[in-house]
């Protein structure tokens, strides 16, 4: 079996959210799995603006996102459709986290 890599990058509709802590991140990351997001469209990142990707094949946390670093730790979704980006919206909301902003390709708020 080929196992196929993409790189993340954002789409016309993103949503990004910052949590407390990575377990936190981890259950918004396995929550938008779980309602249909490829993991290639998930992100995830230190506010340092440290990066890592989630691929399904890798459960752990990405190496370069330090689990024993305090601070918040942000998860961004990207989808051109925007129902998808409501839905997305929607289940973020119920994990409590510190902000939630839905941003365009630029970064710029929505």
Do not use: C, Y
């Not at 196929?4 to 918004?28: C, D």
């Not at 506010?47 to 190496?63: D, E, I, K, M």
């Amino acid at each position: 079996m080929v196992r196929r890599e993409s790189r993340w990058g954002p789409a016309r509709r993103n949503l990004v959210a910052s949590f407390r802590s990575l377990t936190q991140a981890r259950r918004a990351m396995d929550t938008l799995e779980a309602h249909g997001f490829d993991a290639a469209a998930i992100r995830l990142e230190r506010a340092a603006g440290r990066r890592g990707r989630r691929t399904p094949a890798t459960p752990a946390p990405p190496r370069n996102v330090d689990p024993q670093r305090p601070g918040p730790v942000t998860v961004a979704v990207g989808s051109d459709h925007p129902e998808k980006v409501e839905q997305a919206q929607e289940a973020l909301r119920d994990l409590d986290p510190i902000e939630l902003q839905r941003v365009d390709e630029h970064g710029e708020p929505v």
